[in-house]
């Protein structure tokens, strides 16, 4: 499949980030966090609203409403938008998710770390790289059985996956996000330098 191609119509690339921001600043972990007692998720572990950290609260069917609800948020916000204004205001909707996950205006813009938001947003840009991505976070967590570093690799494998199926217009969104995964993984990063970051199955 040939890539997209995009003829810039700013009023529909704000658009979709606008729509993407709101409904990726949703904070799913702090939501549910709350509903299962555990308190504010901003409080425990890492301090952020994400679904491995809300996984460190015991609460599982937190954990996996957020994982759900975040990825939800990327699906629904590129609906939105392609809905109403085409294929660029869903590329930016799905740039806006992100951000709004990463930094929710509601929270003092300190959110996620966009892992499930960004699988959502792959679905729904192009499926094949999105099951890529996640075959990659597979392996990686099975062989290295740390977490931060499978949602690292696949963040980094998704543009390539989307240059190597033709899909140019969505590798630089891909690129972006990636890059937004890693400065926000980046106290993961030190640690994996240092040999220090916890394996799955172990505490922080």
Request: glycine content about 14%; proline content about 2%.
């Amino acid at each position: 499949m040939s890539g997209i191609g995009f003829s810039m119509h700013w009023d529909g690339l704000a658009i979709g980030l606008i729509i993407g921001y709101l409904l990726g600043s949703i904070p799913f972990g702090l939501i549910f966090t709350r509903m299962s007692g555990a308190g504010d998720i901003r409080q425990v572990g890492s301090g952020a609203t994400g679904a491995t950290n809300v996984l460190r609260t015991g609460k599982y069917w937190a954990a996996a409403a957020t994982l759900i609800c975040d990825a939800g948020k990327g699906i629904l916000a590129i609906l939105i938008a392609r809905h109403f204004d085409g294929e660029e205001a869903a590329v930016a909707a799905a740039l806006g998710a992100v951000l709004g996950h990463l930094f929710p205006v509601w929270l003092g813009f300190k959110g996620g770390k966009g892992v499930a938001t960004s699988l959502g947003v792959l679905l729904m840009l192009y499926w094949p790289v999105a099951l890529l991505s996640l075959g990659t976070w597979l392996v990686v967590a099975v062989i290295f059985r740390i977490s931060s570093l499978s949602a690292l690799a696949a963040a980094v494998a998704a543009p390539i996956y989307m240059v190597l199926f033709g899909q140019e217009a969505y590798a630089v969104v891909t690129t972006i996000i990636a890059v937004l995964v890693l400065i926000m993984h980046r106290d993961n990063i030190r640690r994996l330098l240092a040999g220090t970051e916890p394996r799955i199955g172990k505490s922080k």
